[in-house]
């Protein structure tokens, strides 16, 4: 055991002794997500470097603080990625806080989620114990896939110190095709465009400059995407340009994202196949990314009641994902309440890897 690691558990201990609340923090890039940031910083930077690649088994080991620009770099040596394309929001993003938040980019519902991409995981419990799950195969699980279910746990189960990842090869072609289209059109159009073999990587519909427009990029084998561009037919892209526009939407510098004083920004998740939401007046248009499945609102934070209501009524939940630039203080309620079997469940989990509640308190959800 290292240094580092030793250090952290020591503080781990000593913080359990004194019932004294840890904030787990990497860069700090996420820090605008969820609710409470509370206690003393636990910085998981000094948790750095790659463990082990084995790009011929599509498997990366690496420690929890290694900044995720570094990784992708090593990866991008050897062809390969994330397929997940995991948002970073500012330069110092972590692996850690990548797996934390579970965050995953516009690639999301053609690949799958961070959490898919999870195979193992060391940690350090609320006891400062340190703790092995999962490996470095998919089929690894024997019981329940704890390596997965920290994924999105935001820090409140554990500090993650070791992960190891599932990489992909990059796309060998790409193209962009461009439609106008308005939102009910998009939304049947990306409908239809699911239930056929095709290449679709990324979709992203916005009103830009007054035209409602569908972006739609497509990758994989260059056969595969020449013969799509043949069937879908649109407006074929700069690939060259439009790359850094598809890299702006993953971290949200679109001119899209600017928000006026008073404006949080909301993340709507629905079925794809959910028509388009009568979202309260005082919201100010829309963005869909994964097929229909995420839309983005700008909205006050005193439109949470009427945004969660549209989206129980389609079967999906609402987000607040960041809050306006003028809030000093984080409401409540940033996450949809859960059902109250599942608050028990996570009420429960929460007892048996951080029994004394050091772990980034509220973040979450108030008790926990």
Known sequence: MDAALTTIIDQVRAAAAQRRPLRIRGGGTKDFYGQALAGDILDTRGLHGVISYEPSELVVTVRSGT??????????????????????????????????????????????????????????????????????????????????????????????????????????????????LDQPGALLQLNRWAGKPLPIQASCWVVDGGRALLHVRLGGARAAVDAAIKTMGGEPQDEARVAADWVALREQTLPYFDREAGECLWRLSVPDTAPVLELPQASQGVLLEWGGALRWVKAPVDAMSALRAVTARVGGSATLFRHAATAVERVPGVFSPLAEPLARIHQELKMQFDPHGIFNPGRMVATF
């Open 67 to 180: 900044p995720l620009a570094v990784l992708e770099e090593v990866l991008a040596q050897s062809g390969q990625v994330l397929a997940f394309e995991p948002p970073h929001f500012g330069p110092g993003a972590t692996v850690g806080g990548m797996v934390a938040a579970g965050l995953s980019g516009p690639s999301r519902a053609a690949v799958g989620s961070a959490r898919d991409y999870v195979l193992g995981v060391h940690m350090v419990n609320g006891r400062g114990e340190l703790l092995q799950f999962g490996g470095q195969v998919m089929k690894n699980v024997a019981g329940y896939d704890v390596s997965r279910l920290l994924c999105g746990s935001m820090g409140t189960l554990g500090l993650l110190t070791q992960i190891s990842l599932k990489v992909l090869p990059r796309a060998t072609a790409r193209a962009t095709l461009r439609f106008e």
